[in-house]
């Protein structure tokens, strides 16, 4: 980077312009530029930015959609009202408990599966074994909650057909039912995801891995140290930047999880998927007249306690040095 | 197991060696078989005859390979959804992967002022659950425009839901390119337009391949604003109405299911296989060094 600003200047001074024409020739590539950014700009603008501060300014109204009365600002009465319903640090808790079940699989698993991966020498095997890790990642979203649907399935699913059928643990009367609310749903979401993210963090990993070099562990097995400390003193300490991209980005994709828990809770307050996600969901597009402003004040609630901890996170897992 | 005093044993050593490779390559198997058993187990489905879907073992006692060409002839709704999600894809991807690269380039080989501001809001914009809480105001602006279950308005939002890590990944893609290879076209009198076409665009082909793959996977896949936007079975994409089938008899019994369900999810994942080497290298350049 540096050599090229180097050389950039370089041409600039040597170019026998006049100072004129130099700033009318910046001031064209800086146009350009912009009509290179626009279409980008207008839809981040018009889907991402903007509706994130309508929201924020709904939530402070008594936005009804299906209301033809125009909304009133009423300060932060939604946000008092949400605080103090017990329901909403409910669903806080419930999103919480749910990131607490996902977060160790999907990082600890990955990790050893991409410190074995890492050691196989063959060519040919360890494209192979990047090719199968991947299929998973390149499964739409949709169709990943809707395979395992059928795998978590009372009738026909396999697990159930494995506990029962096969290994008689279970019998059809006290087989466990594993998805639509019941207490067993988040742990069987939290399993789905690790299947899911498993080869992606695994190639993350791998990614990692790679950048060691190679002589460094060799010196230390010499040495006499264990693979153990070897793992702890270089592995880690290199695995570090990737490992806190990971938890940061997992835990707000896991915080904010919604299509999961549409296509497998539904809308009973009591069962554990319903999250802050869900809450808001059911009050802006369910509930009586869509009451958007208190369905909005219970997003921002819920988006900002996120952002709290991630900056948090941020701080802990941050490599030192 | 002291491995300064294996390697002064070079004939057991080699066996100590080999010992932990078999190990290393059955634990890493295992790994494979459970990536790879539910879509077998699916693929078996789709071939099961309806007795052998309900009885649950893997292996079929009567195979029925008539139920892909079934589900086409006798569920109405199939092509039409098969289509919502071919045009609706394919345009989000399309038009995502263009601002992408656009604005890819523009921030790194164009330099403008407040660069830096829009980069940070991208990457702002990664962390906040933007998806989630902006749906709120997606339904009021797609209501506003007349978009409410109009198949094609789904595009509109669907764009935005990787443009802004399509931007970051071409970005630092676009950041292996010299700079001085941008100047010297300009020198050579080539506009931005063609540097970007003709240059620096088959350089950053890798990562073409992984932000094509990322928009496809995530349009193709979306759950959330379909279901939320659009009202009517035969408005919706493929996944969505599968995810609400229930199994059962009929038209949607599970060998039914698990047919469609095949020729859904099928496409990405050879796509991806053929372009799977260059797939790795993008990911490498753009996701992993950015």
């Known amino acids: ?321 | 197991m002291s491995d300064a005093a294996l390697s002064a044993k070079p004939e057991r050593s080699w066996f100590a060696e080999n010992k932990a490779s078999i190990i290393r390559h059955g634990v890493i198997n295992i790994f494979m078989l459970i990536i790879l058993a539910p879509l077998a187990w699916v693929l078996m489905m789709s071939i099961k005859s309806r007795p052998d879907a309900m009885r649950g073992d893997f292996w079929p006692r009567k195979f029925d390979f008539g139920t892909y060409a079934y589900v086409f002839e006798k569920i109405d709704t199939l092509p039409v959804n098969l289509w919502n999600s071919i045009y609706v894809t394919g345009l989000t991807t399309l038009f995502t992967s263009i601002f992408a690269i656009l604005a890819g380039y523009a921030l790194v080989h164009m330099r403008p002022k407040g660069g830096g501001i829009i980069v940070a809001a991208l990457l702002v914009s990664l962390y906040f659950p933007t998806r989630v809480v902006s749906i709120i105001s997606v339904y009021e602006i797609q209501s506003y425009l007349g978009l409410i279950n109009k198949t094609w308005g789904l595009i509109l939002p669907y764009i935005t839901l990787n443009l802004a890590i399509s931007i970051l990944i071409m970005r630092s893609v676009f950041q292996l390119v010299p700079h001085e290879v941008v100047e010297a076209a300009k020198v050579d009198g080539a506009g931005p337009v063609r540097t970007l076409w003709e240059i620096v665009l088959p350089m950053a082909r890798n990562g073409l391949v992984v932000i094509f793959i990322v928009n496809f996977v995530t349009a193709w896949g979306e759950f959330l604003l379909c279901s939320t936007l659009t009202n009517d079975q035969t408005a919706r994409t493929m996944p969505v109405v599968l995810a609400g089938a229930q199994g059962g008899l009929g038209q949607w019994s599970w060998p039914n299911l698990a047919a469609v369900y095949m020729i859904v999810v099928t496409p990405g994942i050879i796509a991806f296989t053929f372009a799977q080497k260059l797939f790795f290298k993008g990911l490498m350049e753009g996701v992993v060094k950015g």
């Open chain 1, 1 to 321: 980077m540096v050599e090229t600003t180097a050389s950039d200047r370089m041409t600039t001074s040597l170019a026998p312009q006049s100072r004129l024409a130099e700033r009318l020739a910046a001031l064209r590539n800086t146009m350009s530029a912009w009509w290179f950014l626009l279409p980008a700009i207008v839809f981040f603008v018009g889907y991402q930015v903007y509706p994130i501060f309508r929201v924020l300014w709904i939530s402070f109204t008594d936005y009804e959609f299906l209301s033809s009365d125009p909304a009133q600002f009423v300060g932060f009465a939604n946000y008092i009202t949400a605080l103090n319903d017990p329901l909403m640090w409910a669903s806080l808790w419930r999103a919480a408990l749910f990131t607490l079940m996902f977060l160790p699989g999907t990082i600890i698993l990955p990790l050893l599966l991409a410190i074995l991966i890492d050691k196989v020498t063959n060519a040919k095997l360890a494209t192979f074994y990047r090719v199968v890790l991947l299929i998973p990642a390149v499964i739409p979203s949709t169709l990943v909650f809707v395979l395992w649907k059928w795998m978590y399935n009372y009738q026909v699913g396999p697990i159930n057909h494995f506990l029962v059928d096969v290994t008689g643990l279970f019998t059809l009367q006290n087989a466990p039912q594993w998805l639509g609310g019941t207490p067993l749903t988040l742990p069987a979401i939290a399993v789905m995801e690790w299947w899911w993210g498993l080869g992606y963090h695994t190639i993350f990993f791998l990614a990692g891995l790679a950048a060691i070099p190679k002589d460094l562990p060799e010196a230390a097995r010499i040495d006499g140290a264990s693979e153990w400390k070897i793992f702890w003193h270089i592995t880690r300490p290199a695995l570090a930047p990737i490992m806190m991209i990971l938890v940061v980005l997992r835990f707000g994709s896991a915080m904010a999880v919604i299509d999961e828990y549409l296509i497998f809770g539904g809308f009973n307050r009591d069962t554990p998927t319903y999250t802050w996600t869900i809450f808001m969901y059911d009050q802006a597009f369910k509930l009586g007249l869509w009451r958007q402003g208190f369905a909005a004040a219970i997003g921002m609630i819920g988006a900002l306690g996120m952002m709290v901890v991630m900056v948090i996170l941020i701080r802990i897992f941050r490599p030192k040095g």
